[in-house]
């Protein structure tokens, strides 16, 4: 019978204890509520586990140790207290002498504790992690994934000790780190193997100001030698052609001067995102604000190959991208996204955007923000895109931040590993309140603004400043008395005036 039993089989008996196991736990949760604790209490065995690596290592290299328990507390959250304690670390060093280290709050709500260490002499160490057992005494309500809470029946059962052992092996040669995969000395494609992290040096974004200063990349290299890879045509060009007399010679409208065809590209993940024209419409009109897309469309292209890989008629096309990396207990990486930008507002007071938000990889829609204020925009070294608001009338800076909405994870409220879970698709979420500082600054001027910004270093704001019109209408140079303000933007001193100076 066993030889008979297919992968097909197999796949299926393991969907199907995954369904079991679902509904055991459901029915787990459901009986809950008509039981009030166990009686007699019960007696839990646990299963410790230890691990130290590398293993073999050289002498005077550092290790890393972990250590754990096959149970979970029932109802352990990180924002509660209901932690294992006193897990207890002995180590024995090859002559004989030991050290004892004691750690009397587990914080990591997975019953696993960690730690590094350094061996200083050449044999072999023992390494002894002992769990002394432990009655639980916590009374609150236990969070369920399938309603509401339910009752502890945890109550006074007692964690049984268990203790684990395992060894390691100090040599005096050194062992020497993997190295990273060298770079790559011919073409190459994405996605990039995720351990060549070296290649991060060649395979840059380009995401938009205001992450491009002047025109230049400041993240990444450009190849080291000219070369067209392919071509994609946007429009009609080069000489008509024919007899007639009124074309002879003449060459197609290319509408450079006022009409430019290839604007707001953008790059991610070997992608090129830009407008399409269409005809003599550019693809892309200014207005408030926004860039209402034209008739042609918006473009994703494979930038290896110039090969189409989508297209959308979008009403506003996106006009910057952005890659977040979101780091916490329970998720890493980053994610990508195109954002398109609608304005109202500005004529008579301050604009205010809703942004939108768009998969790269096939320009379908997944959120929005509203209410964004109007300010300055960095990106930070995560990715968030953040704006520094300036309240000149109430001598006020503050840092809104695109990722600081409670409602863009998991679970707002902050109860659960939800809420360390990075989830904004289908969400429309108001961004007023997406703030992560807000402090005084020095008096300035009534009619000050920023001039420019390097992010959590300095902020330059200015009054007086010439701007474009002041040029037009002939007046060269700068108005008397334009001043401006240096303020720290470090933590430690955010707010503080650095310098001021008149010109």
């Not at 398109?340 to 923000?369: C, D, H, K, Q, R």
């Not at 520094?388 to 998991?410: K, S």
């Not at 008096?443 to 300095?458: E, K, W, Y």
Request: charge should be negative; aromatic fraction near 14%.
């Amino acid at each position: 019978m066993y030889k008979k039993l297919g992968l097909a089989n197999l796949k299926m008996s393991a969907a199907t204890a995954i369904i079991l196991l679902t509904i055991t736990f459901a029915s787990l949760f459901v009986a809950f509520p008509t039981v009030k604790a166990h009686t007699p209490a019960w007696q839990i065995p646990t299963f410790a586990y230890i691990q130290v690596a590398p293993n073999p290592v050289g002498v005077n290299q550092q290790v890393f140790i972990t250590f754990w328990l096959d149970k979970v507390l029932p109802g352990a959250l990180a924002s509660n207290d209901i932690r294992f304690h006193d897990y207890k670390l002995t180590i024995t060093k090859p002559d004989g002498t030991t050290e004892v280290k004691t750690f009397t709050v587990v914080q990591d709500t997975t019953s696993s504790q960690y730690m590094l260490y350094t061996p200083t002499q050449v044999g072999t160490y023992t390494f002894k992690f002992e769990f002394p057992g432990q009655t639980y005494t916590w009374t609150q309500p236990i969070a369920s994934l399938f309603g509401p809470p339910v009752p502890n029946v945890y109550t006074n059962d007692t964690y049984l000790p268990s203790s684990a052992t395992t060894f390691l092996t100090v040599q005096r040669e050194q062992i020497v780190a993997m190295g990273d995969y060298p770079l790559p000395t011919r073409y190459w494609s994405r996605p990039i193997e995720g351990q060549n992290t070296n290649w991060a040096a060649v395979a840059s974004n380009w995401l938009s100001s205001p992450q491009i200063v002047a025109n230049v990349q400041p993240d990444g290299i450009a190849p080291s030698s000219p070369h067209v890879m392919w071509t994609i045509p946007l429009q009609n060009g080069g000489v008509v052609g024919g007899t007639s007399t009124s074309i002879l010679g003449v060459t197609y409208y290319t509408g450079m001067s006022y009409e430019g065809k290839f604007s707001n590209p953008i790059i991610i993940q070997g992608k090129l995102y830009y407008p399409l024209p269409l005809s003599n419409d550019a693809g892309s009109t200014a207005l408030m604000g926004s860039i209402y897309s034209g008739a042609g469309g918006y473009a994703c292209v494979d930038l290896q190959t110039g090969q189409r890989i989508w297209t959308h008629k979008y009403v506003i096309n996106p006009t910057f991208g952005q890659i977040y990396d979101y780091e916490t207990r329970n998720q890493h990486g980053t994610i990508a996204y195109l954002w398109a930008v609608e304005s109202s507002g500005g004529l008579f007071g301050p604009a205010v955007e809703t942004w939108m938000a768009y998969e790269p990889e096939t320009g379908n829609w997944l959120f929005n923000i509203t209410n964004v204020p109007s300010g300055t925009t960095a990106y930070t070294s995560k990715g968030e895109i953040v704006r520094y608001v300036f309240d000149a009338q109430n001598n006020r800076l503050a840092l809104w931040n695109n990722t600081a909405a409670p409602e863009l994870t998991g679970d707002p409220t902050g109860i659960g590993a939800w809420a360390e879970m990075w989830r904004p698709v289908g969400k429309v979420i108001d961004g007023s309140t997406s703030y992560s500082w807000n402090v005084s600054v020095p008096t300035t001027s009534p009619t000050a603004s920023v001039f420019g910004v390097i992010p959590d270093d300095v902020l330059l704001i200015q009054a007086n400043f010439p701007d474009e019109m002041y040029m037009i209408m002939g007046s060269w140079g700068t108005p008397d008395n334009c001043q401006i303000w240096a303020v720290s933007l470090k933590p430690e001193t955010r707010g503080q005036l650095l310098w001021t100076k008149t010109y």
